[in-house]
């Protein structure tokens, strides 16, 4: 059997950005031909970028793809490429498909079988189901089979299965596979089931980069035919690489196996770039954050800077009458020691400015939550000034503990543009601050901002703990309540304190119209805040 | 042929109160019994309420629904009932079904066909497609099929014809069918369609009230073989009518025929209602608008007075430094004719402290957008603090036309809990704000408010027409664009001028980011923002 050479485009592109994808698909392309290679792989959809949304249901836009691809296709010369597109049916509707194209002509498109309406994706509101029979491309002397991104998680009589049985030597499949910790480990099981199926190494080509809350965090692999991934490319980069795959031993050269991330590093890594791209994508360059000398700030602080580098990165400390001082010197510490832009404005002036206004109304009361909010919304009125003014995007420092239960003020410290650690349970926000600590070989977080109780400081001596259980406790609760779909009677059934289920449901089905309103952050769990899920706000579900 | 005895059950139910849902069947079924009625046919998911939404991915739920409806199914007696609920398959997946229940025990259950995936649909994210042979059920001495909602819009060979042929005598479909402006003559001409396929009236059964951003009209009615009309319950109220429906002649008796209303009384109830039911089913009774002197919160004022009467609507005039004394005259005006509460707070003290704060920031400069943003956050604080204290929700006072393009302030004007008149263009605005003086008689809204140029009053002799082209230009754009899913050029094409189309254009795509995190809003039109509109934020389609 011979040897193939493929390109394995592991691109980072832009939804809607129909040029900046042909050049970027083009550039890929060049290099795929000088490098002699037979085949081309990109992403799923890489013409439009992942997910496209309801511009598909623009038919200027569906037309406009397929004269992006056109270009693409005209540009192939020896090296076959398969790119992903949007292709207009006869019939009116249309499909999401890959293009095999060589020497400046089409020679078949594949259309996607099995269309994902799940968790974050809507692909039968879009899309038709490709029918009818396989048929295999010859490129190098080989047969190889095409497929995209869910139809490998078809077992059994699958598209892969069939194009295994139909003789295919290689199966290409193209992928916008959303990242969320430990996602690399159960795409190789289903590839390694996928390839024994096919008999046929399989070349996996995943998309990389931030797309508003979802991450793609590339991890594209070739995958032979006993099981064993041969090459792998790293996680969140972008990158072409060229390897031989030897149809006999599996073998691939040169050797490409980068190694996935540990959980801690790969959750980190998909919050800067979602970071990066997010800011980036939508044209801006600098972000400006909230420094409170807690550790969800700090935290966010250092995606931040390792996202955009620290002179794109502004901290604003903001305190109050009951700030601490600590606080305060911890959030000077941190921004000395990232290198950023740094400034103090009490909020004091406004605070006292508003109690004024609002006396008449409210009458006089000791201070109370009402007062709270006015703090935090006072910062977010702040922040926001800096959008308007300089351009600069405000990060929210919310993590995903505080998110779900309605720990935050809307429009107050959940106000602003993206959400960094809106994904991340508050029990894993120290385990990244660790990370970040561990990699960089010394302490760039305070080790007293990681050790410290959580405080909102909005009333004096306030922790979190006066208002939630331990975080120990929430997150687990929030876990099976959120993520995994259970009832509260089930929760409590599992072993929790039935008292505090009770108070954790409450808060976190409460909380459902806060939510509605705060920015997007980066997904990196399977079921994250967002489109993920779908919660009705006017909601009598009470177990 | 005989005459058969029909309940048609048009229900206000609530999304998750499984309890609260069956009382009200099970009233309506008592009802029925008494009235000596064959059958009674309910709302789709009549049992869940309309759309359950991710509700419906916890098996716990849906275990509950199903226990729910067999409380409803050991209630029946003489009449049978036609009862939508979610039914869990033997595979594990699960269905949008209809049960006929009678004497205490399930005769049969109809799963849907015809998941609607489109709009503001999602079916295909929850429930399995039913399949298989259609049966009949003799009720009243007389063959009934069953089908739901989408089925129904299926011409040629779809459910409804099938029962025909198989000799159906008469025709029940569950509807949970959402609003917009002229949606009833829609749904008219399908049933008189799909009345003459089966040759066989129609019962139709529509839920009724507001659930998040969705509003259902209710309208529901009895079209006979021949495609007339013959019985229509009213739009906008829970009401349950039992009527003899003739099967030879198809006359209903007694005479139940209330008139769909004209489209901009049809367009202001749907806001009340909707309104009403977003503050009510989540708790809360009263509400707070800020009261501009302009003619958006003028409307919404009255909207809210028609929701939840007088007594329940508070009013808070926020003047500035740029407010002129006509807007103010103009708000009290409109507050004493409502007969609710006004207060006036003025922003000055906050908004000198703001701009002191952030003067070492940001330089001086003269006033810009960042200062008239600070006077509309500066609002957006008041108004909440008045949701924190005493559990008055905030009424947002943006219409479609500013939404669209980005002319508010994100935090500042957009913070609240509910925005009536976000699927209302400005144009259309106007129109309702006419009917609600013409309905009254006299003039509610003061007649300076409908005539006077709109502006923000953020700085001095500031009127919209500064930012924006006219509304009347504007709104047909965005009808094309955003409803009409055209392109930039496609909208050239169709006659607009190419300069103030590519700005507006660009203001809605710039927008996406404020429209996520603004407050939901009751639709009204075929497409509104919302989870009918789901666009990326970021985006670099620009044509």
């Known amino acids: 059997m011979p040897v193939v050479r493929v390109a394995l485009a592991q691109l980072n592109l832009t939804v809607g950005d129909l040029d900046g994808n042909v050049a970027r698909v083009l550039a890929a392309l060049e290099r795929a031909e000088d490098a002699g290679a037979d085949v081309a792989v990109f992403p799923e959809l890489s013409i439009t970028g992942y997910p496209p949304e309801d511009l598909l249901l623009k038919p200027g836009f569906v037309a406009d793809n397929v004269r992006a691809l056109n270009r693409v296709v005209r540009a192939t010369r020896s090296c076959a490429a398969v790119v992903g597109f949007v ?22 498109v594949y259309r996607k079988r099995h269309l994902p309406n799940y968790a974050v994706f809507d692909e039968r509101r879009y899309f038709e189901t ?45 992928n916008a596979s959303p990242f969320y910790a430990g996602r690399w480990r159960e795409r190789e099981a289903i590839l390694r089931a996928r390839a024994a199926e096919a008999g046929a190494p399989i070349v996996y080509v995943n998309q990389v980069g931030g797309q508003d809350e979802l991450v793609f965090d590339g991890n594209s692999m070739v995958v032979d035919a006993a099981g064993d991934v041969r090459c792998r490319l790293p996680q969140f980069v972008e990158e072409v690489a060229v390897v031989d795959v030897d149809l006999d031993t599996g073998e691939t050269s040169p050797s490409v196996l980068a190694s996935p991330f540990e959980v801690d590093h790969e959750v980190y890594e998909a919050t800067v770039i979602a970071t990066r791209d997010y800011v980036r994508k939508n044209g801006f360059s600098d972000v400006v954050i909230g420094l409170s000398g807690g550790i969800d700030s700090s935290l966010v602080a250092c995606i931040a800077v390792d996202a955009l580098g620290a002179e794109h990165v502004h901290g604003i400390s903001m305190p109050s009458r009951y700030s601490s001082e600590g606080s305060k010197d911890d959030a000077r510490a941190l921004a000395e020691r990232l290198g950023i832009d740094y400034r103090t404005i009490a909020i004091e002036p406004a605070h006292a400015a508003l109690l004024e206004m609002l006396g008449p109304s ?46 935050y003020t809307l429009y107050g410290d959940s106000a602003g543009a993206y959400a960094p650690i809106k994904d991340v349970f508050k029990t894993e ?109 006017t909601n009598g579900y009470r177990r």
């Open 87 to 108: 292709e207009r049916g006869r019939a009116g509707g249309i499909f999401n498909s890959a293009c095999v194209a060589r020497g400046g002509k089409r020679v078949g």
């Open 130 to 174: 490709g029918r009818g029979g396989h048929r295999l491309y010859e490129v190098g002397g080989v047969q190889i089979g095409v497929s995209v991104c869910e139809d490998a998680w078809q077992a059994g009589d699958g598209p892969i299965a069939r194009q295994g049985e139909l003789g295919a030597d290689l199966i290409v499949n193209l």
């Open 362 to 407: 409210l009458g006089e009361r000791p201070p109370n939550v009402t007062e709270e909010n006015l703090q935090s919304r006072v910062r977010g009125v702040v922040n926001m000034a800096f959008t308007n003014e300089l351009s600069w995007l405000v990060l929210v420092t919310g993590n995903k503990s505080e998110v779900a239960v309605g720990y």
């Open 429 to 537: 926000v120290w385990r990244l601050a660790r990370f970040v600590n561990d990699r960089a070989g010394r302490e760039i977080i305070p080790e007293v901002v990681i050790t410290k109780p959580p405080s909102a400081e909005l009333r004096p001596d306030q922790v979190d703990q006066d208002s939630l259980p331990p975080y120990e406790v929430l997150d687990p609760i929030l876990e099976a309540y959120v993520e995994q779909d259970r009832t509260r009677d089930e929760v409590i059934a599992a072993g929790h304190d039935a008292a505090v289920v009770d108070r954790v449901v409450r808060l976190v089905d409460l909380a459902e119209h806060k939510r509605r309103q705060s920015p997007p952050g980066a997904r990196v769990s399977p079921k994250a805040f967002g489109k993920d899920r779908r919660m009705p706000i």
